[in-house]
T-cell receptor
Framework: DAGVIQSPRHEVTEMGQEVTLRCKPI?????LFWYRQTMMRGLELLIY????????DSGMPEDRFSAKMPNASFSTLKIQPSEPRDSAVYFC???????????FGQGTRLTVV | AQSVTQLGSHVSVSEGALVLLRCNYS??????LFWYVQYPNQGLQLLLK??????LVKGINGFEAEFKKSETSFHLTKPSAHMSDAAEYFC???????????FGSGTQLTVLP
């Protein structure tokens, strides 16, 4: 298996622009997680899905952030409008069932200028 | 509430020396505990995990960790450091039905020649 695939790997955008991050989980995994990594806050969970349904979005920082999972093999995290403080590395991870091991993608490094 | 504390944000060891990275946790329910490693510009890779059963768990690359309930600790060790071990290490705890992860703040390991 190719693992969790995220795109793009790097994104530089101007403040106020819309940004869309993409994730393809491992086939057969029914949980998908979005994490954000910053120097100040470390790794924090933003939202997770089970069987394509959002279960807990309490970590989403503001209404500017939204996430969707239209099918089992694709998810997006959108920021609109983006702000410089959104600059971070965003990770997608997936796991299977009550599986205890989450597999992480390589992340998207977002820079908002 | 669950939390993870990693003592020492930076640890330096000489090549061939013992590696000891400290992790303490707080959890109201029996935790599942993990160590992940992150190499520069990469995603997180699972080193090892504790769920139930044997409290000494062995992982990849010669690492191991011991779950000590009385000390609420899950320290990571390796008998002999290698240059390739230089990376950032994260201790994590899982909670909830989805087993979403709560991460510690990370420890940057430097291996000196």
């Amino acid at each position: 298996d190719a693992g969790v695939i995220q795109s793009p790997r790097h994104e530089v955008t101007e403040m106020g622009q819309e940004v869309t991050l993409r994730c393809k989980p491992i086939s057969g995994h029914d949980y998908l997680f979005w994490y954000r990594q910053t120097m100040m806050r470390g790794l924090e969970l933003l939202i997770y899905f089970n069987n394509n349904v959002p279960i807990d979005d309490s970590g989403m920082p503001e209404d500017r952030f939204s996430a969707k999972m239209p099918n089992a093999s694709f998810s997006t995290l959108k920021i609109q409008p983006s702000e410089p403080r959104d600059s971070a590395v965003y990770f997608c991870a997936s796991s299977r069932g009550q599986g205890v091991e989450a597999f992480f993608g390589q992340g998207t490094r977002l820079t908002v200028v | 509430a669950q939390s993870v504390t990693q003592l020492g944000s930076h640890v330096s060891v000489s090549e061939g020396a013992l590696v000891l990275l400290r992790c303490n946790y707080s959890s109201s329910v029996p935790p599942y505990l993990f160590w992940y490693v992150q190499y520069p510009n990469q995603g997180l890779q699972l080193l090892l995990k504790y769920t139930t059963g044997a409290t000494l768990v062995k992982g990849i690359n010669g690492f191991e960790a011991e779950f000590k309930k009385s000390e609420t600790s899950f320290h990571l060790t390796k008998p002999s450091a290698h240059m390739s071990d230089a990376a950032e290490y994260f201790c994590a705890l899982s909670k909830g039905s989805a087993r979403q992860l709560t991460f510690g703040s990370g420890t940057q390991l430097t291996v000196l020649p």
